[in-house]
């Protein structure tokens, strides 16, 4: 007696079925995506990874194509960012705040670039030309779009404290807002959070350029500094401390002077009634030893 | 030039001056006129000769200052905390009195590949230190000050394996004898 | 305001002898506080020495502390004394203002036993921001106050002295004249002492540097009362540095004065301001203001075109030290008819320590040098040089010149050449192990030295042997002179 099915559409359904299974376990699925990289509930902390390598990955970015990581680096630094296109949440306003504190700063293309690169293996280089389009960025040669393969991505990661998890809940994958400034293969400096300050890309950006900050004064609440350090314009400018330190050279001069001044008058008076002969008993000071 | 050197050159500039002391406190045991002339002639030259000397000293020692270059990137970051009376050392940085006491009291010795060029980000908690690193043999390599409210950044090249003590070199209060930290090199 | 002639100073019979009474007087609390402070220096090394393991290290910190404070204070007040008594030659300073003066320092110098050997204060004698307010258990609060407090009352007398001095100069020269400005155009009247001139230059320097420590003293309340404001550590060590510095500094130029009056007195050659002194000290009154950068170079928070500064100003102020005086010093004597007495002897000794007090110093001042030497023994290696083999020579000689005056008693030859004798060897030798200890990596200000550097232990023993010596040639010349200076207070003068 037979079921009603053909053996061929028996066939096919297994077939099918195990496609499924096998595209489900081989194919790069968000299903099955563990934590790459290590979790914190900080955020990464730039003191962990200063001055590490970045490895050097290969990319495959528009117009470019297939390039070393350290192909881009030796040209000029690279703010390296990590994103993925499907990202409701923090990505875009975070490569957009990068846009407007670039514009601010300027710069852009000629001191260093910025790379985007996706950690989503499912994203493509179309996807990044549309989120580069979507930010506003298409066609300007100080951003590159670029995607790697997932073992590389996860060499990246676990090199600079990026992390990123998957959450079935919502479908998207949960990860920290960041910028890495990268010189010559080592990182430099971190940007966190979404909000890019233009002040706080311009002391990156520095730094970049290998300006070297020698000091860095920690936030405290101090009466007189002798200087303070504006990140925006890279300069020192004199404090109050500064006049406080001068004040006793200043004030003694001054001081000194009015002394003197002061003390001209009797000076005048005293020459005018002097007469060394008129004085009895008085001993020459220059016969007294 | 190493310090045993620098004071030898010490001890012949100071041995000179003790001569030349002497003999001129000798040359009263003979009498004579002074040719002032010829003394300040004499002067002139030492006053050219020391200009000279101390001029090409600030040209040969001005550009070996420790302060960091622009343009160089170490290898590798140290963070170090002064506070009374130990030292913590780490390559993660420290940031508050707890994470100190955790890194005075449990963390292992940092370890800092030979030949690495390490960057010490330097600040104290409470007052003045001063962060010294002793070479295996028990000299003085390189100094920061460890002050507070500021990160002193000092840049130094360890080419010799073996452990390495800090000293507080800045007087600190009762204990700054005992005032120490290790890292090795390896 | 036209250049001033200048008239010297009549003083009646009483009057001198009124001067030198008070003189005197400075002149024996001098020499009283120094072998004590020199005992307590002692005791420092027996320290070091390892010979009195069971003792608290916080006790040799608050003897450290008494010990720098108590022997820069004593030399400075004496350098003063001495060159205020010189000075009455040329211009009328206030006795009245002296004597509150000595009344001051002798009520800060008993407070400051008090904070350090019963409170145990123990902040070395820069009390550099801000380990005051840190006992780390050891010290009371009150000791801190009574600190602040001590420091407040020496700073006042000793401000209020140096400023009458400088009106005391400046009623009979303009300031102009004083700083022997006409020297440098090519004039050479009206005279200007060379006392006149350095005094000048000192006295300015240290009014700088007592201001500086109002500042410190004002802002380290501020904060200490709880206002909620913290200081910035960076500001505070600049002032404290340069109020520091600058008096040191001005001791030992304070002391080149009297070798200036003095020393041709015995050689039978006149020591006149020329042109080539008037530039020497006018360009050590600019740069001496800037040398004390010198003191931060391990300070890398710097901007580093002030330590580049620090490293020029000090190696330039050397040349009109090295150039002119200490030259001019040695023409002074070369073939001269001179008088060799425990007064000659000792300014003579004292000019030599201040040259090679002056080497070390230079070698220091050296940054890449200073990386390996900062805070090691080699510090006060040179300053004790500058002091004990230098100012404290020359002050020494002067007491011994001014006890001969007084006195009119004959010198004994044999006791002067083992006076000689001992303070060479066993000052230089106990200066020595200083030396050593800098080179060998040895910090300085430890207690008790660790396995590190051991050879610390050594050197502080060997210094014992000479300080032993120094000791014996201190008590001698104590003797001699003293005996001298208190025939001062005889009725009939």
Known sequence: MSLGLSHIAVKRALVRALGILVGVLILPSPLWAQVVGEKTDRPPSEGRYLYRSVPDIPIRSEPVGMTLLSALWRERPLLLTLVFTRCAGVCSPMLRSLKAAAASVGGAGRDYRILV??????????????????????????????????????????????????????????????????????????????????????????????????????????????????????????????????????????????????????????????????????SDPGSRR | MSPVAVFRLFLGLAIVVAVVFLLVARSTQRVREVDYKAAGQARKVFFFTLTGVLTAFLGITLPRMPYPREGVIPDRVVHVVGKQFAFAISETPIETDAQWEEVTSFAPPVRIPVG????????????????????????????????????????????????????????????????????FVE | MADQVVVSPVWSGVEQQRWRRLTATWMLVMLLLFPVLLLLGAFMRIVQANWLPTLLPEWFYAVMTLHGLGMVGTWFVGAMAAVSYVLTQYVRPSRAISWGTLAATVLGVLLLL????????????????????????????????MFLFSLAILGVGWTVWAVDLLRAIARSYSLRVALAWHYIRGRTEPEVPPAVLITTVSLISALAGFLAAVIILVLSVLEWAGTGFTNDALLMKNLIFFFGHVLVNITMYLGVVLVYDVLPRYSARPWKTNRMVAIAWNTVLFLVLFAYFHHLYMDFVQPQWVQVLGQVASYFISVPAAVVTIFSALVLVYGASMRWTLSSILMYLGVMGWAIGGVAAVIDSTIAVNLRFHNTLWVPAHFHTYYLMGVVLMLLGFAAHFGQEVSQQSENGRLTKIITALFVIGGYGFLLMFYLGGAHSVPRRYAVYPQEVLQGVDYARIALGFIALLFLGVVLYLWETGRRCLLAFRTSP
């Open chain 3, 114 to 145: 008090v904070t350090t050997l019963v409170g145990r204060f123990g902040v070395g004698w820069y009390f550099l921001y801000p380990l005051p307010f840190y006992p780390a258990g050891v010290w009371p609060n009150w000791a801190t106050w």
């Open chain 1, 117 to 282: 690169l996706s950690f989503d293996p499912r994203d493509t280089l179309s996807d990044m030309a549309e989120l580069a389009d979507h930010v506003g960025v298409a066609g300007d040669p100080a951003w590159i779009f670029g995607v790697a393969s997932a073992e590389d991505i996860a060499r990246i990661v676990r090199a600079t404290g990026f992390w990123f998890e998957w959450e079935a809940a919502s479908r998207q994958y949960d990860h920290p807002a960041m910028i890495i400034g990268i010189r010559e293969g080592r990182i430099m400096r971190f940007l966190i959070g979404g909000a890019i300050a233009p002040v706080r890309l311009n002391e990156v950006i520095r730094e970049l350029r290998g300006e070297f900050v020698p000091a860095y004064p920690l936030p405290r609440k101090v009466l007189f500094r002798c200087f303070q350090y504006d990140p925006a314009s890279g300069r020192w400018a004199p404090d109050w401390g500064l006049l406080l330190l001068l004040l006793p050279g200043m004030v003694t001069i001054l001081g000194t002077i009015w002394l003197f001044r002061r003390e001209s008058a009797h000076r005048l008076s005293a020459e005018a009634l002097r007469s060394r002969e008129d004085v009895p008993g008085a």
């Open chain 2, 116 to 183: 690495s060029l390490v960057e010490f980000r330097v600040t104290s908690f409470d007052v003045n230190h001063g962060f010294s690193v002793y070479s295996p043999q028990g000299q003085l390599l390189a100094q920061t000050q460890a002050m507070p409210g500021y990160v002193n950044r000092l840049r130094l090249r360890l080419n010799e394996p073996g452990r390495y003590t800090v000293l507080c070199l800045e007087f600190c209060g009762s204990a700054h004898h005992r005032m120490r930290g290790v890292f």
